[in-house]
């Protein structure tokens, strides 16, 4: 007695061209579900690292200030030394392990610091990719040493409420009522030196060492924000 086995017997056949495009077409449908899914947990990271970032910053101007009478460090000094005492970035090197790291031929200057933003892959010539605002200005008054009246923390009354550092590009430090605009990247323009790289928004140390993601659209203008005297 023969046993035919039509299974074994049957010429195999390959996918048919339906078949081989219903598949290539559920492929294509998956990827253009789950690569924006990928790509916001990818920039979810970098907000998280920048976030870390800023949280190191305030540490350090928060122990600056503690070691210099309650005063947070000058914005800029045109008498300082690039990389040294310069900007407000070397002044915080120090205390936030990045001397000795300045770069000028980097961008920013002080790469692969915590003064680099995860989200900013190039950019407008800087020390960091963040601003540091005179949160004070409202005080300035001229006189010998004309910057002091923007950095002394006894004169901020509601800390939590301040903001002084903020994602930027290509700019060091401003002023809330003339820079703290909502920009286009890799566009130039003085009153908006802000950037909105973190899902539609950015990342603002405030004066208490706090950490906040703000929305924010290009064009906003977030001024109030980071002027001490709307906080009382």
């Not at 035919?4 to 579900?33: D, H, N, P, Q």
């Not at 990928?38 to 503690?66: D, H, V």
């Amino acid at each position: 007695m023969i046993i035919r086995c039509e299974g074994c017997c049957r010429k195999r056949r390959g996918f048919t061209l339906i078949e081989l495009l219903v598949v290539i077409a559920i492929i294509a449908i998956l990827s253009a579900i789950l690569f924006p899914v990928f790509g916001r947990a990818r920039e979810k990271a970098r907000q998280t690292t920048c976030q870390s970032n800023l949280k190191q910053i305030g540490q350090g101007l928060l122990m600056y200030a503690q070691d210099y009478d309650e005063w947070f460090p000058l914005v800029y000094n045109e008498n300082g030394t690039v990389g040294e005492s310069r900007y407000w970035s070397d002044l915080l090197a120090g205390y936030v392990g990045a001397k000795g790291k300045y770069n000028k031929n980097a961008i920013p200057n002080y790469a692969n610091t915590i003064f680099d933003c995860p989200s900013l892959d190039g950019s407008l010539s800087s020390s960091a990719d963040y601003l540091y605002f005179r949160v004070l200005w409202a005080y300035w008054s001229g006189g010998a040493n004309p910057w002091a009246a923007y950095n002394d923390m006894t004169r901020i009354m509601k800390p939590s409420e301040v903001g002084v550092v903020a994602d930027s590009e290509g700019y060091d430090w401003g002023v809330p009522g003339s820079s703290a605009g909502i920009g286009v990247p890799g566009e130039k323009v003085t009153s908006q030196r802000l950037r909105n790289r973190h899902s539609e928004g950015l990342n603002i140390l405030y004066c208490d060492g706090h950490v906040k993601w703000q929305r924010a659209s290009i064009g906003d203008n977030l001024a109030n924000i980071f002027d001490e005297s709307k906080h009382r």
